[in-house]
């Protein structure tokens, strides 16, 4: 299914300026290009200069230019800040409020108030306990509730919250006070419904209601998102939100599809590049239909828990410290891999937190794995790689997989590297690892975007340390060929910026009824020697609890079907048995190496490191004079219920 759409790329070249009336084109051109290096030098100050230059000629400039020059001054100068007054401004009750049910969820968010907020989670067992952690509050509450809720009382609750927002939002514009800082867009019947709640509330954003789908990989209808986009690009006309001087945020709060198939064509700059494969549903939105973007989207993933945490985390929570994994200096051949070097956003970065940076000689994957492995620590972290969407490479012999992305901490991600984020749903890719880990906020391409579709870490940088939102300063302006709709997506809120000055925080009673003291050993890891009796994230919580101090032993007794229940336990025990595995083969200790091969394979994961596995334990029984017996094994085990990595692994293994 291809949508055909016509999509006009406004790149600042002297071309672009035919036609346009202007006296001396070229100088519009070159004093942007200076701009342009003055943000690549980390000069701010002239930068600023030469926009207030340009700004001051403004008759003298298109649109496309006017667009360009207000843009970046905005996002370089914090103008974007005031839009964000709702979330900034307020206080914050130093008090994390527990729920059992969206339900719940929804009532405590509701009660949210104008000059106060407090966070509010599904306990879970695992998201949860990564927020408590890392917000730390004062105090934790529960508001328990021993009933199941109806689905259809759920989405009338929804629907309702979503009315008295937008209520609100028509007092707001009727004020005529400042335009709110995006649109969020909700499916009242989705498992994001609360985490979209929470955003709008919480950031002072108005919200537009659409119906999501069952699997936002599968196949759609175009009309149905020709429709979409025109829903939203109404809406944003609607709530003042359509500007040529700023962009603003677009939540997807619903499960809308992820990638649309675009015809092959050439860039429009360069014709030896050329542009295929699927493209972002999210970066096609937002626009009107001659391709200028007015929005930028950012998506909520997983179930509800998972999502309303991703909430949670970008309203409260700020980076302390930043881990940058920058391996394009050392790479020879184009220079373009230098141009992406993380040497001067490092500098930029220390202003403001603790860097631990790792390139050259000092980055290998066993440098990245003695930084983050077992207990993860870092809340911000830049990675600069290549590879697939299971694997990275990086300097040194060895490659990484998902399994070497750090997990088990509330963290940002910002990933260049191609195909990072192709399916996030997929706890065996990169950015699928990294949400279920604890990430809850994620930058990355869905397929091959061409490294220059990536924003320079220097303008980057510039533009965060400003106040400019996260997902704004990771694309690119209208100047740029890949401006058009590509294939990068923000995993998250697209508003996550950091802030000025920390959040107030102050000990006020909760506008709520019924909140009991969580017991502070209640918020401990549970027992995994009751992992039959554990809901999916306390088994997660508990595995990675072993795994953390070493307790391989107590993991190893897990039965692999139940560590299936959670994508953490699954990727914990998988670590510990591969280890297991390994020690096996070099003992020779054959039995006993088949019995962890056979939990490898039910554990599943990347299909390569099963074949791997596969082929070990086979060359080994060959050695021995057993290949026919281990083939038959391995046939047998084919045929058993597996996930279908393993199955493929063992199929092409065999034939």
Known sequence: MIIRRTIVVIWVLAGSFAGSGLAQPIDVVGQLTQVRQSLLSADVAAAVQRL????????????????????????????????????????????????DNELMLMRAIGAWQDDAFYPVLLNDGWYSRLFIEAFKPSRVVHIPSGVMIDPTVAAETAVKLIARQNARMIVHREANAAPPPGLVVIDPAGPHRTAGLALAIGRGQPILTAAGVPDPMAPFAAETITQLAADILSALGQWRLASSETWVGLTLAARLPYFYKAEPTTLPANAQIKLTGPRALDDLLGRNNQGVRFAIAGRLTGDAARANYQAMCALFLQPKNALLIDDYPTR????????????????????????????????????????????????????????????????????????????????????????????????????????????????GSMNEPYLSAFVEPE?????????????????????????????????????????????????????????????????????????????????????????????????????????????????????????????????????????????????????????????????????????????????????????????????????
């Open 52 to 99: 207030n230059q340009l700004r001051q000629q403004a008759d003298r400039l298109t649109p496309a230019q006017r667009h360009q020059v207000d843009l970046i001054f905005g996002q370089i100068t914090g103008a974007f800040a005031p839009r964000q007054a709702a979330w900034s401004d307020r206080k914050v009750i130093d008090t994390v409020v527990l729920v």
């Open 332 to 443: 020879p051949g184009n220079p373009i891999w230098k141009t992406y070097s993380l040497d001067q956003s490092e500098k930029l970065f220390a202003g403001r937190f603790p860097i631990q940076r790792l390139t050259g000689d000092g980055l290998n994957i066993a440098a990245i794995r003695t930084a983050t492995a077992p207990r993860h620590r870092f809340d911000l972290l830049w990675v600069n790689s290549s590879g697939s969407p299971h694997r990275f490479a990086i300097h040194g012999p060895d490659e990484g997989t998902a399994d070497d992305i750090p997990l088990g901490r509330a963290a940002a991600f910002n990933v260049v590297h191609s195909m990072s984020a192709a399916d996030p749903w997929d706890a065996d890719t990169l950015a699928g690892r990294a949400l279920a880990g604890g990430a809850y906020w994620y930058f």
């Open 459 to 655: 303008i980057a940088a510039v533009k965060i340390l400003a106040g400019c939102p996260l997902a704004f300063a990771l694309h690119h302006g209208p100047d740029h060929p890949f401006y058009m709709p590509w294939k990068l997506v923000c995993l998250g809120d697209p508003l996550y910026s950091l802030r000025d000055t920390p959040a107030q925080r102050i000990n006020a009673p909760l506008p709520l009824n019924g909140a009991h003291p969580q017991p502070p050993h209640e918020l401990d890891p549970p027992d995994l020697a009751e992992a039959d009796d554990l809901s999916p994230g306390d088994l997660a919580s508990a595995v990675y609890h072993h795994f953390v101090e070493g307790d391989y032993p107590a993991i190893l007794k897990l039965d692999p079907i139940l560590a299936r229940r959670h994508p953490i336990a699954t990727a914990c025990y998988r670590q510990v048995l591969a280890q297991r595995y390994a020690k096996l083969l070099n003992a020779n200790e054959l039995d006993d190496a088949r019995a962890a091969l056979t939990r490898l394979l039910i554990l599943g994961g990347d299909k390569s490191d099963l074949t791997h596995h596969a082929r070990q334990w086979l060359m080994q029984m060959a050695r021995t004079g057993n290949k026919p017996a281990a083939i038959n094994y391995l046939k047998a085990l084919a045929a058993q219920s597996l996930p279908a990595p393993a199955k493929q692994a063992l199929t092409d293994l065999i034939d």
